[in-house]
């Protein structure tokens, strides 16, 4: 473990470890989609072209053949914004226009209201 005092950047601190976590738990690499002013959740789906960098030896498991068209990589989103949070009910794939979508219907940095859209 990394001494804590050296560390410069918390959300990308964070952001790595909810890939982590989200790579352990196995969950498929592929948007989650983006919350609707009505409160549903339009649903997204894709996923990128290349692996990630840091992606797991198991990694073939979690990325859906279907959709490939992303040339970036997904973002590990934090529902409730706190990125030291990293669990599994927190934490979810999307891809930057998603991700973006749900800030800016929120505000950046103000937790989204429900996550029950499963």
């Not at 964070?14 to 989650?32: F, M």
């Not at 859906?64 to 040339?71: A, D, G, T």
């Amino acid at each position: 473990m990394k001494d804590e005092s050296k560390i410069l950047d918390w959300r990308s601190t964070g952001r790595r470890k909810a890939r982590r976590a989200l790579y352990q738990a196995r969950v498929s690499y592929e948007c989650i989609g983006h919350r609707l002013p009505n409160g549903s959740r339009k649903q997204c789906g894709k996923t990128s072209i290349e692996p990630p960098k840091d992606a797991p030896k198991y990694f073939d498991e979690l990325w859906p053949e279907e959709h490939r068209v992303l040339k970036y990589q997904l973002q590990a989103d934090h529902a409730d914004k706190d990125y030291e949070n990293n669990d599994l009910d927190n934490i979810d794939w999307k891809c930057q226009p998603c991700h973006k979508k749900d800030d800016s219907s929120t505000g950046v940095g103000v937790p989204q209201e429900s996550r029950n859209y499963w």
